[in-house]
């Protein structure tokens, strides 16, 4: 049985105060999967450490570049030519070093067996990477092994959360039947990034505790240029290829 060790008990409170000690117990007892650890991935990971979750997974592949300044708040200008994990482990560690941290040197979504195989050993996974392709992986390993998924992104000034609960919401395949045009760079303010990354964390959290309601079946939209913020209905294709054949 998970219990809440006196150090916990007052390093927490104030997280207590809102979800109380079950709901602690409960981060404590759980495990997330993040990929990747950037301008967006990046709060994700901080808030999820600073949280109480027991378990974090991260992947984040190459080197600490100048251009990663602007929005990736685990890395450093000393780091620069330095692998990019080993500032994210350093500093999640620095903010909570008894979370059983799993750090991956790569992208690993990418990589579909890869993917699996992480997604299966925790309870959600929040999807952050920039590429289609990584993002499209994820689901399908969520889908398959019928595992909570956050879709969360964002571009310039904008941003999009939708939670996935494989059979019962719709699948980034059912939204986005084909991969969108895409290409890299593209636009990045990195408050924009965080502010999504810090909504996507709050979500997580939200659903490990049960506490407030999740955003299934809804997809929430902000531009942030002209403050315009929209809850969307989303609905199942039945015909998706992804998870069109999900009885529940």
């Known amino acids: 049985m998970i219990e809440l060790t006196e150090e916990e008990k007052v390093r927490f409170r104030r997280n207590i105060m809102i ?6 117990k409960k981060l404590k007892g759980s495990s997330a999967f993040i990929t990747r650890v950037g301008g967006l991935g990046g709060p994700v990971a901080v808030y999820l450490a600073l949280a109480g979750i027991g378990k974090l997974v991260v992947a984040h592949g190459g080197v600490v570049e100048p251009s990663n300044m602007n929005r990736q708040l685990l890395m450093s200008y000393s780091a620069i030519g330095k692998p990019r994990i080993d500032c994210i482990v ?12 799993h750090a991956y040197g790569e992208d690993i979504a990418f990589d579909l067996d890869k993917t699996k195989k992480i997604v299966s050993e925790v309870d959600i996974a929040i999807a952050c990477p920039p590429t289609f392709e990584e993002r499209f992986n994820l689901n399908k390993a969520c889908v398959e092994l019928r ?3 956050i879709e969360v992104a964002m571009y310039g000034m904008e941003g999009y959360i939708t ?11 059912c939204l986005f039947p084909s991969p969108p045009r ?3 760079p593209f636009p990045v303010l990195g408050s924009v990034s965080a502010m999504m990354g810090c909504i996507a964390a709050t979500e997580a959290v939200k659903y490990i505790t049960g506490y407030g309601s999740i955003l299934e079946g809804w997809m929430l939209h902000i531009d942030t240029r002209n403050w315009e913020v929209r809850k ?5 294709k039945l015909n998706c290829p ?7």
């Open 19 to 24: 979800f109380g000690e079950e709901g602690q």
């Open 90 to 101: 350093e500093r999640l560690k620095a903010l909570n070093p008894f979370i059983e941290l």
């Open 147 to 149: 595992k909570p998924l």
């Open 163 to 173: 939670f996935i609960k494989p059979g019962i919401t719709p699948c980034l395949a």
């Open 182 to 184: 895409w290409s890299i």
């Open 232 to 236: 969307v209905r989303v609905k199942r």
């Open 242 to 248: 992804v998870c069109g054949d999900i009885v529940v």
